[in-house]
């Protein structure tokens, strides 16, 4: 499963980072300002020492993301409009 069909159907995705994985929704695929291709999704779960922060995350999509999960998250979050800022070319998007 790639990234546009994980957000089209709405699986949750892993991202592992320093040891740490984080649970996420991932809401939206794209190219930002300066060429990167990112993926922007809300951590629900996961990280360091337990804390389970839930806060909207960009990633490279160049790091270690697994898609594959079979879970899937009810409902697509509103992207807040900083990060929207940032979006030059949305390649998928759960809005």
Known sequence: MDFQVAIKEKHLVYWEVDGFVRILEPHMHAQIRGG?????AFQIEG????QNAQEWKVVRTTEH???GSKTQFANARAVPPHLLELVRVIYA???
């Not at 990167?36 to 922007?40: A, D, F, M, W």
């Not at 990280?47 to 337990?50: R, S, V």
Request: aromatic letters at 0%; hydrophobic letters at 40%; zero cysteines.
């Open 36 to 40: 990167e291709n990112v993926l922007i």
């Open 65 to 67: 993301v697994t898609v």
């Open 47 to 50: 990280g360091p020492l337990g």
């Open 93 to 95: 998007s759960t809005t």
